[in-house]
């Protein structure tokens, strides 16, 4: 018997509570079980993974697998803890592929619940199974029968942990986070085949897909609703590369419920991630509405640390701004303009602007027809009147200070508020203003350029090519870094920070083909520069975006005559007029 003394000595932990100890990290709830055993069945090299479930896993759950299998005198090794055949150094650990590495599941698995392991590798006559029945000895392993591949069957999940298995839910509730498990199970591995059967009932069965077929898994799992404004991503750069689908739907979701994406094929939910992919879809969608994405990035093992969290699902990245900037580049460039996301935002901040007007208006939501992906930036304001003059007074009376972005209509005019006025700034003119003032002071003093994240290649004519080597020089001053790829192509590496928010593509092309004399002053290549800007954004600013290029503009304009060219200041009469109120 213990005393009281003697229980404060220092002793080992029997292997069974230490085991129920790490039960408690990883094993929360049938779902968890299963994510151990998919993994496990993965890493394995499956190319077919069966799951059977009784009753949300609370009763029984089945992961059968065509695996390499688990040689005869390692089976009861399997089911100890700490030992993995996954990896044997810290040097392993740093170039982690393979999904488990703790070699602690099976073992905590096997702590609180009633478990069988049966397996036969390709050099095995037989199989063998081993059993554990939440006792911390390992009992001895015995022949049976089994195709190559391994089994594991979990029964009566938290039978000895009457405190765990208070915390599960519905079997409904448990049948979910199953379902999620295994669906994010079977986008992260196309090439493998799943079946999911619960209560006898077969739930689902993905077939194992090809490369090519990769988006029919997508969705085979996420649904048809979410194929029909699918954009494809595959974007690269130095030693990271970001695959997948994202939705192009202003709409939104309403939920997060089709957000995966994949690190090194493991399905993680990390916060520097998820920061990129909402700024990326900042200004497109509206407030409250979700982003669906299915995406795969692989990058170096040495470069990520998955070792963080111990369900796994936060990541530390060496080089975390650049992971960060790269996803927001890379899928902006895939994500339409936000015009529909205007006319939300104008219907949730309609009131606020129409009682500027000294009128309450109910608004009539615009229908924009806008082809994303085609003429991205075409503004396109249905019922949209040219403002006549007479209906504007002089913009340069407020001060630019406390002015605050209403909202952004036709991805062109941002409506903003200061004071008692509502102003409208054409962001096209803004853009060309700001390049003009910007290009001007790179070539009277020395050029800040810095490379972009994306180099960005462009298909030239031979006398496009020609025109542009006549101006390398000019280029050089003013922080544009290009280079010849081929006899068709060149390649833009460097350009200072205000044309990187460009289509450089479509600048460079406009310039060289409104360009007819190489014998242009510099002054005169400016203010062409600037001209071409014009409406050539790589993509929307967002919000936060937008409130630099105010303040830029102030810096460099306010109070100069060409100031006035970009505000309007509207009447109540106006505004209706522009923002499609009715009465
Ligand atoms: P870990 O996956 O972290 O190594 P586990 O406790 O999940 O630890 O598994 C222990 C070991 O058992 C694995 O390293 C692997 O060698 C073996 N194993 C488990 N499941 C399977 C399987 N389905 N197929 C082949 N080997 C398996
Ligand atoms: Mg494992």
Redesign the pocket.
Known sequence: MMNSSSSKRIHFLSEQLANQIAAGEVVERPASVLK??L???L??G?TQVDVEVEKGGMVSMV?R?N????HAD?MA?????H?????DSLADLEALF????????????GSVSRMK?S?RTMESEHAWSIEAQGRGSVAQEFPATHPI????EVRELFFNTPARRKFLRSEKTEFNHLEDVFKRAALSRPQVGFTLTHNQRQVHRYRARCAEEQIQRVTDVCGKAFAVELEAVDESLDEVSLRGWVSASREGRSSTDLQYFFLNGRMVRDKLIQHAIRQAYETMLPAGRHAAYVLYMELTASEVDVNVHPTKHEVRFQQSRKIHDFIVVALRRHLPVQVEQDSQALASEGQQVAELGGATYSLRKPVFASEHGQARYAAHVPNYAPPQPSQFTDGNRSSADEQRILTIIGGRFVLLQSNEHVRVLDSFYADQLLVKHELSALDATSSISSPLIFPVQIDLSTSQLALLESLHDVFARLGIIWEQVDEQRVRINAAPQILQQLDLQAWLQDILNRFVSDSATSKALITLMATAAMGKRRYLLNQTELGIVLRQLKEVVYGKDEHKALWLTLDSAALTRLMNLSP
């Open positions: 151990e055993l993994e496990n069945a890493d394995a499956a992961v697998d695996g390499h299998g688990i390692d090794l399997a089911i100890s803890r030992a993995t055949s996954k990896i393979s999904l488990g590495f703790r070699g602690e599941a099976l073992a905590s698995i392991l397996s591949g391994s089994s594991i």
